[in-house]
């Protein structure tokens, strides 16, 4: 393996080890720190003089006994610096990507590693430069760092041992039938126990389905006096989970009652198809007539009102119920919603398909369509050739799908960039789960609980018949656009504020990363569209009470941390593309030179590292993870970028086999 020809020791200075350990200890691990102060014997290990201050100051913080947090900190600074100091430690700190003391203690042996460089860099430097001394004792000093550098990246003596390959994803909570409707819970549980499935597969599945069905046909004023903040009960649901997972199967289970609605709008279609055939025969009969009559008329110079003749030729047919929709193109959805006005389903049984198709060239109006259908409050105009100008008053969409973790990592890194990407689709999906699957597979054989099926479908199909007449009568009054509106009972909107008060100072707190932070925030619909699906599936009228609300935040408790496993999903190593690069690499298949870059990586073509920033990402994680070791080359022009290159870790083939 080539090596550097210039020792670089002086460069070694792993300024994101100086971030991530003093943003990790700084995120309620101040315990780590006398263990790693024996490892960071001096501060002057930290190279940035900002991020060295404020390790001295951690240290006698917690001396002291002090309570270490990023407010307490902040007034420490304000007072040895005042509000410059402040500044500073906002732009010093940033977010990490450490889950356990290990590969904390593993930057921390970085810094020391590159520190005891950097001394000998010097010494050697200051014994070439001396103008009185020996010169056999600095050619010794350059001899030895060579010989320091050939062992750190040839023979791996200095090289640290790989960490494991796993998932280091954070725990999600357990989901609990009882927070569904009444009528939902022994459906959802039959379905699966049969299947042997996580329940929240089927449960986020329904719940998207009925809210697909509600659409807008009703919404809910979450504030007491506001009349401007309303929701819409329809919802966007993902789940995620491994091959083989009964992913499809129990999502296909949970929506049947949509099959079953589908099929009753296609015998009306067909029966107002015939009507309206009969309609045109009769008409063009009486037009028969009518002409006639005219000529008659024009023959003898009698009058006649031949403004009877002119007929609507943009008369449209009856429209067509539509309950799913699987084509996602922009005209296609357009025509459905338009004729469908209380909203569909879209389903994608693989989201992967539909998010790869948003992201190529000259889909961004399709992309824009789905993000403003989310809302169901805003209308969009298109242009059809033949048809002209097509207006939607407003669309409402829901999405149901599943995806793979190893394919929604590299979607949650765009959502995490300043690409396209970042534009919060993804955080649209609320009801996004990925739950854990248990480790022992049961043989259930019996019948499916037809009762409890009919049950639920009996409310799909009341909510599918539900009418503004029928809402108003059971009490719940139009707004201000006319739509019924839902409200809390008094005991819940009590609720409803103390959580919205915590909910809105915790999101501006600003200790969140942005793109989790941004998919927290559509929990102001979520929260309330939950609430009045669970009352309305089990009540039609009257307010939504406290019940409800409480369901749809231990749903909300439940969502937030699978969303927090899926935006950690970016910063693990556990991906396929990860490990597609790993096994080229340690199989001798790649083809890289022995120090590559991320772009010789991208330029492979290999599957999940076609985009700069996966290849970036994968080389970047297996360097976190040790594979790899990472060296940082100064700009070649002044004022340029400075280049990362990478080498396969002289222990990785090792630490292969021995795992």
């Not at 079953?260 to 029966?271: S, V």
């Not at 055939?277 to 031949?306: C, P, V, W």
Request: net charge negative.
């Amino acid at each position: 393996m080539s090596h550097p020809t210039e020792f670089t020791g002086s460069q070694l200075s792993a300024p994101e080890s100086e971030e991530q350990i003093l943003s990790v200890v700084l995120d309620g691990h101040a315990d780590w720190l006398p263990a790693l102060q024996r490892v960071l014997r001096m501060p002057e290990v930290f190279v940035d003089p900002e991020r060295r201050r404020l390790w001295v100051l951690l240290l006698e913080m917690h001396a002291r006994g002090e309570v270490i947090t990023m407010d307490s900190v902040a007034v420490h600074l304000r007072r040895q610096s005042g509000i410059e100091g402040v500044r500073s430690l906002g732009l010093i700190m940033g977010r990490h990507a450490i889950f356990s003391y290990e590969m904390a203690e593993w930057h921390a042996r970085q810094l020391a590693h590159a520190h005891g460089r950097r001394l000998l860099a010097e010494a050697a430097e200051m014994a070439q430069r001396a103008d009185a001394g020996p010169q056999e004792m600095a050619a010794v000093l350059r001899q030895s760092l060579h010989k320091m550098e050939h062992i750190a990246y040839t023979t791996g003596e200095d090289a640290p041992r790989p960490l494991p390959l796993v998932a280091a994803l954070p725990p999600v909570l357990p989901f609990d039938p009882d927070w569904l409707p009444e009528t939902f819970r022994p459906w959802i549980t039959d379905i699966a126990e049969r299947m042997q499935c996580p329940p929240e597969f089927p449960a986020v599945a329904a719940m998207t389905a009925l809210s697909s069905v509600c659409g807008r046909r009703f919404c809910i004023q979450p504030k007491e006096h506001d009349e401007g903040y309303t929701e819409f009960p329809h919802l966007w649901g993902m789940i995620i989970g491994n091959p083989s997972l009964m992913k499809s199967p129990s999502m296909q289970a949970a929506m049947r009652p949509l099959k079953t609605l589908t099929a009753d709008a296609q015998r009306n279609y067909a029966e107002q198809v015939r009507a309206r055939q009969a309609t045109e025969i009769e008409a063009r009969m009486r037009r028969s007539a009518l002409e006639s009559a005219a000529k008659k008329a024009t023959k003898n110079g009698e009058a006649f009102d031949y403004a009877q003749l002119i007929q609507n030729e943009d008369e449209e047919g009856p429209p067509l119920r539509r309950l799913t929709v699987n084509n996602p193109s922009l005209e296609a959805l357009g025509e459905v919603l338009r004729e469908n006005p209380t909203g569909t389903l879209l389903y994608q049984d693989e989201l992967a398909g539909l998010l790869a198709l948003l992201e190529k060239e000259g889909n961004q109006s399709l992309r824009a369509f789905l993000l403003q259908a989310w809302s169901g409050k805003e209308g969009f105009t298109f242009d059809r050739i033949g048809r002209g100008r097509r207006y939607i008053e407003a669309c409402a969409l829901s999405v149901l799908g599943s995806i793979q973790p190893g394919v929604i990592a590299s979607h949650v890194r765009a959502a995490s960039s300043h690409s396209a990407g970042a534009d919060g689709f993804l955080q649209r999906f609320s009801l996004m789960v990925w739950p854990d699957v248990k480790s022992e597979w049961q043989d259930i054989d019996r019948p499916l609980d037809r009762t409890a099926e009919w049950d639920a479908e009996c409310v799909f199909v009341a909510m599918e018949n539900l009418t503004a007449e029928e809402l108003l009568r059971q009490g719940v009054a139009p707004g201000r656009d006319d739509i019924p509106t839902f409200r809390f009972d008094p005991e819940a909107q009590e609720l409803f504020r103390d959580w919205r008060s915590r909910f809105e100072n915790r999101l501006r707190a600003g200790r969140m990363p942005a793109p989790f932070e941004a998919h927290l925030g559509k929990y102001r619909k979520l929260i309330p569209a939950l609430s009045v699906l669970i009352h309305a599936a089990e009540s039609f009228g009257g307010l939504v009470p406290l019940s409800a609300l409480q369901r749809a935040l231990s749903w909300a408790d439940c969502l937030e941390s699978h969303a927090a496993r899926v935006y950690a999903s970016s910063t693990t190593a556990d991906t396929d593309a990860v490990h597609t690069l790993l096994k080229k690499l340690l199989d001798g298949t790649a083809g890289l030179p022995e120090e590559f870059r991320a772009r010789d990586v991208r330029r492979k073509g290999w599957s999940g590292l076609l985009r700069p920033e996966d290849a970036e990402a994968a080389c970047e994680q297996l360097a976190e993870y040790r594979w790899l070791i990472a060296t940082t080359q100064p700009a070649v022009v002044k004022a340029g970028r400075h280049t990362i290159s990478y080498h396969l870790n002289p222990q990785a083939k090792n630490a292969m086999h021995a795992a």
